[in-house]
C-alpha cells in the first residue's frame, strides 16, 4: 500500500534467494537471528488501527476539501482571486488523496486486495501524484505570501504573482508529481501472496530491491519534504521578520498574523516530519549505513505505522489553516450555498459588540483589509474611511443594494460603523466624529440625468468643476428649547439654521463637459457639497466623478427681499430674550410667503474622471516612468516599446494625430512637440522657467488655420479648452472674482485658461481680441500664472497650459511684402511670448489644390476610409504619457550649438535685408529652441538633449521667425504691351530694396562698390546699369519711397525737367524698417 508496506512486505517476496539461513529479504545482508514479520507488525495495528485511523482522514478531508472545491468552483473566473486558485489546487489535490484511502483501508483490514490489477496501479499513481503535489502547492502558497507581504511594493510583484499562480503552478506542482508517478505505473502490481492472499504493491527488481526501496526513500524525504518544507520556512520567517520590524500601528493585528504563521509552520512539520524521519532510518537501514537489529526494526515499524497517518492527516487540515480561517472564503460560501433571501440571512453571522463586519473580509494575501486604514484615523486631520464598492458586493449582495437605494438614510448608521471599527482598532478619541466615502461605484450619470427620483440614492456623476468656495463651517443638528413647557429637544437636523458649527463643508459647482453637453444645449451646472476630508480635493478645472446622492436644500436666495439682508445673532447667556432674535424666525420676515428648493449633491468620494492614461492631465507630477509601465498591461507596454523604436516615429505621429489634414506638415510638428512640451525648471532663487510651448498659426481664411486647434488637439488633449478670444473677456480667460448667492462672499471663478491647467488652452480669433484683453494673458503666457487683486481677494493661480492660437491677417489676406508684425494685429510683448509662428497662404498651385481637394472629397464620401492611422489616439495617449516623465538634460555638445545657432539668429536679426526675421530675436526665442529640443528629446524617450534634437528645433524656430518669401517684382509694369515680359528677382541687388533706400545719398560709390566683383564684360555692365535703372524707377513712379529732387525744387510727374542732376530723397512718409 505505502512506502510503510515495502519494510514487511517485501523481506518475503522481494528476496534475494539466498537460503533460509540469510533470511534478510530485501535488505540483502545476513542477521544472526532473523525477524519475523509478527514481531514487526501486529495483526492488531494493522487491521483495526490504520482502517480506523484511514476512515476517519478520509471523511475529514473529503468533506473539507469536497466543500472548498465547490465552493470555489461556483465563483466566476473574474472574481476567483489568486489566493482562491491556490486554494482550488491544494483541495483538488487533497481531494484526489483521500480517496484513495478507502482502498487502503480495506486492504488493510482484509490483509488481502479485492480490487483487480488496474485499480492497484491507478490507486498507487493517484496517491503518488496527489501526495507530492499537496506538498508542492504548499511550497508556492508560501511563496506567493511572500510576495504580497515583503516585496508588496516592487513594480513587478503583480506580474510575477500572476505567473507562478497561472502557469509555473503546473510546471513546479503539477508535472514533477506526475513524473514522479512513472514508477507506480512500471512497478505496481498484483502478487499472489502467502495463505491465498492478493498482495497490491511496488515488486522492484530482486537482484538490488535494497537499493530501489532506498532510493525511493530518500526521494520522498527530498521532494516531498525538504524542499517544500525549506521554502515554507524561510518565505514564513522573512514575513514574521517583515512584520516583527514594521511599524507601530496595529500591534494586535500583526501579533495574530505572527501566530498564524507560526501556526502554519509547525502543522506541517509536525505532520510531515516523523514520517520523514522513519523512512530516512529505514533507508540507511537497507544501504547498511546503520546496523541492523530486531529491536529496531520493531520499532521503526511501529514508528511508521503511526507516523504516516498523521503525515496523511495534514491534507485534512489545509481546509481550515488555508480556507476556513479567510473572510473572502466565508463570503464565497454563502453565495455559493445561500438558495433565497431568508437562508442568506440566516447564514450571515450576527454582529458581536463591538465587532466589525469589516474584520472578516481580506485581501489575496490573507491580510484583513481596511485595518491598516482604520489605525490611520487616529491621526487629527484623518477622519474619513474610504471603501470600496466592489468589496461590498462581494461580502454581502443585499447589503449593497441597501446602501445603494437607501444611502441617504443608512448613511449615519455606516458612520457609526466606522467609529466602532475605528475604535476597535485604536485609540480615537470618543468624541471624534469619523465618515465613510464610497469609491468604485459601476455606473456614472450625467447630471442631466439627475431627477428627483434618484434623491437619496448612492449616485456618481461627472463634472467639470468651475467655481470654488472656501471651506467654512456647516450647521447640521441642533439642540432647541420649548418657551411654553421648557422642554428640550436635543439634535434635531437642521438646515439654514442657527447652531454651534459641528463640521466644515466646500461647496463646488460643477458643469457638463464638452463632450456630455448636446449640440445647441446651454451646460448645467450642480452644486455640490464636500465634507470631512473631500474638502478642497477638487481645483477649479479638474474634471472628477463625485459619488454620493442627490438631495434637496431650501432656496433662501430666493427668500431674502431685495437690497435686504437677514442677520442672525448669537445667543445671549440668560433670559429667554435670547431666542427671540435667533435664526430664520418664519417667511413673513423674509417678504415672501413661498419657499422654494433647489437640487444639490452630497458628496463623499472625488475621483478623477479621467481614464488610467491621459485622463487627469498629460503631466502627472506625482508618477514616474516606472509607475506608468506598472499600470500598463503587457500588450499595453510593448506597444510603447515598439513606439519608442520606431525609427519614422516623428512623421507617423504627425500623420496619426491629424489623419484628416493634408499638408502644413511643419504646423504638425510643431503642435505635436507642443503635447510634448520642454521641461519646466526652477531656479535657486525659486524663480520658475516654464515648459510649455505657445503656438500661433496665422493664416488666410480657408487655409485650416482654426480646425486644426479646435478639432483635433481639443479632442486628443484630455484637459483641452477652446475659446474664442473675440467673445472671451480678460475674466472669462483667466478668472473671475464674483459674489456667492447664500454667502454674499467673493469667490473666484475660473477662466478658461485656469480650465485648461496642465493642458492645452485653444484660443480662435486671437488677433481680434481687444488689447485689455491681451495684456490680461502675459502674466499667463509666461509666468504661468494668474494674479488677482479685486473686492478682497489677492490671490495667484496656476494657470501651467499650453496656448494654440489662431490668428487672421490684417485686411484678411496675407500680404508678403509686409513683415509678420505688419501682418497681425498683435503687441509685440504678445508675439514675444509664442514659440512658434505658422504663416499659411492661400497659394493657388495646381498640385497642391488637387491633392487638398482629393483629400476633402474623400473625407466626405468615406469618413472612415478616409482616415489612415498607424497608431491610435489612446495608444498615442499612452506614449505620451510615458514620455512626458522623461527629464532631458542638454549635454555639453548641444549646449555649443545652441549657442551657435542662436548666435546666427542674431546676426541676420541685425544685419536686415529680405532674410531678416518676422519680429525681433530675443531670449524668448533661445528658451523656445531649448524647449523644442527637449520635446524632441522627450518624444524620442531619451535622457539627453542631442544635436540632432537641436538642429529640428532650430529648423522650426528657422521656419517660423524668418519672413515670408516676398514675390518677385514686375519691372516691367509700364510696358505691357511687350510680348514677353521681364521678371527680376530684387535679390539680385544687393542689400535689396531696403539696402538701397538705407544708401540713398551714397547709391553710386555703394552699388558700383557692391557689383564691380560681379562685372566681368561690358554686357554685364549695361545689364547691372538697366537693372538699377529700372529699381529706381519703380521706387520713384510707382512705390513713392524716392522723390526726385532738383534744383528748381521738387519735380511733378509729369513735368519734363531739363536739370541734369536729379537728387533721390527718400519720402518723409514713408518708415524704414526696423
Known sequence: MSYYEHIVLDYDYNDTGSGSGSGSGDLGVELEEPCEVEHIMTTDLQQVFLPVVYALIFTLGITGNGLVVIVLGCQRRSKCSLTDRYRLHLSAADLLFVLALPFWAVDAAMADWRFGAVTCVGVHAIYTVNLYGSVLILAFISLDRYLAVVRATDTNTGGLRQLLAHKLVYVGAWLPAALLAVPDLIFARTQEGGEGATLCQRFYPADNAPL??????????????????????????VIVTRLTRGPLGGQRQKRRAVRTTIALVLCFFLCWLPYGAGISVDSMLRLEVLPRSCRLEAIL????????????????????????????????????????????????????????TTTEFQTDDGEVKYVR?????????????????????????????????????????????????????????????????????????????????????????????????????????????????????????????????????????????????????????????????????????????????????????????????????????????????????????????????????????????????????????????????????????????EMSQDKNLYHNLCTSLFPTIHGNDEVKRGILLMLFGGVPKTTMEGTSLRGDINVCIVGDPSTCQEPVPQVHVEEFSPRAVYTSGKASSAAGLTAAVVRD????????????????????????????????????????????TISITKAGVKATLNARTSILAAANPVGGRYDRSKSLKQNVNLTAPIMSRFDLFFILVDDCNEVTDYAIARRIVDLHSRIEESVDRLYSLDEIRRYLLFARQFKPKISSESEEFIVEQYKRLRQRDSSGGVSKSAWR?????????????????????????????????????????IRVETPDINLEQEDEMEEEQQEEDVNAVPNGVNGINGHVNGIDAHVNGEIESEIDSEEDLVNKKGLIEKVLHRLVHYDHILIELSQAGLKGSESESTDKEVVLVVNPNYMLDD
Not at 312 to 334: E, I, M, T, V
Not at 741 to 764: K, P, Q, R, T, Y
Request: overall charge neutral; proline content about 5%; some cysteine.
Open 301 to 356: 515499524s511501529v514508528w511508521l505505522a503511526v507516523a504516516e497517518p498523521m503525515a496523511f492527516a495534514h491534507c485534512c487540515l489545509n481546509p481550515l489553516l488555508y480556507a476556513f480561517l479567510g473572510a473572502g472564503f466565508k463570503s464565497s460560501a454563502r453565495r455559493a450555498l445561500t438558495l433565497s433571501r431568508a437562508s442568506s440571512l440566516k447564514i450571515l453571522p450576527r454582529r458581536r459588540p463591538g465587532a466589525s
Open 741 to 784: 448667492e447664500e454667502s454674499h462672499e467673493f469667490v473666484i471663478e475660473a477662466g478658461a485658461l485656469m480650465l485648461a491647467d496642465n493642458g492645452v488652452c485653444c484660443i480662435d480669433e486671437f488677433d481680434k481680441m481687444d488689447l485689455k484683453d491681451q495684456v490680461a494673458i502675459h502674466e499667463a503666457m509666461e509666468q504661468q
Open 373 to 641: 486604514e482604520a489605525e490611520e484615523l487616529i491621526r487629527p486631520e484623518r477622519n474619513t474611511l474610504l471603501v470600496s464598492f466592489t468589496d461590498l458586493e462581494g461580502f454581502n449582495q443585499e447589503l449593497a443594494t441597501t446602501i445603494q437605494e437607501e444611502y441617504y438614510r443608512v448613511y449615519p448608521f455606516l458612520c457609526r460603523a466606522v467609529r466602532n471599527f475605528a475604535r476597535d482598532h485604536g485609540n480615537v478619541p470618543l468624541n471624534k466624529e469619523f465618515y465613510v466615502a464610497l469609491e468604485d461605484l459601476p455606473t456614472r450619470h450625467k447630471i442631466r440625468e439627475l431627477s428627483s427620483m434618484r434623491i437619496g440614492t448612492l449616485v456618481r456623476i461627472s463634472g467639470q468643476v468651475v467655481r470654488t468656495h472656501p471651506v467654512h463651517p456647516e450647521l447640521v443638528s441642533g439642540t432647541f428649547l420649548c418657551m411654553d413647557c421648557q422642554a428640550v429637544i436635543k439634535d434635531v437636523p437642521q438646515q439654514f439654521k442657527y447652531s454651534p458649527p459641528t463640521i466644515c463643508r466646500n461647496p463646488v459647482r460643477i458643469q457638463e463637459t464638452q463632450a456630455e453637453l448636446p449640440r445647441g444645449s446651454i451646460p448645467r451646472s450642480l452644486e455640490i457639497v464636500l465634507r470631512a476630508e473631500a474638502v478642497e480635493t477638487a481645483q477649479a478645472g479638474d474634471r472628477c466623478d463625485f459619488t454620493g446622492t442627490l438631495i434637496v436644500v431650501p432656496d433662501v436666495s430666493q427668500l431674502r427681499t431685495p437690497g435686504l439682508r437677514t442677520e442672525t445673532s448669537t445667543r445671549v447667556a440668560g433670559g429667554p430674550q435670547g431666542f427671540e432674535s435667533e435664526g430664520l424666525r418664519g417667511l413673513k420676515a423674509l417678504g415672501v410667503r413661498e419657499l422654494s428648493y433647489r437640487l444639490a449633491f452630497l458628496a463623499c468620494n472625488v475621483a478623477p474622471t479621467n481614464p488610467r492614461f491621459g485622463g487627469k492631465e498629460l503631466r502627472e507630477e506625482e508618477q514616474t516612468a516606472e509607475s506608468i509601465k506598472s499600470q500598463m498591461t503587457e500588450k499595453e507596454w510593448e506597444k510603447v516599446f
Open 921 to 961: 530675436i530675443t531670449v524668448r526665442q533661445l528658451e523656445s529652441m531649448i524647449r523644442l529640443s527637449e520635446g524632441m528629446a522627450r518624444m524620442h524617450c531619451c535622457d539627453e538633449v542631442q544635436p540632432k534634437h537641436v538642429k529640428e528645433a532650430f529648423r522650426l524656430l528657422n521656419k517660423s521667425i
Open 212 to 237: 530501489w526501496v532506498a532510493v525511493f526513500h530518500l526521494q520522498l524525504v527530498l521532494v516531498g519534504l525538504v524542499i517544500p518544507g525549506l521554502v515554507l520556512l524561510v518565505c514564513y520567517c
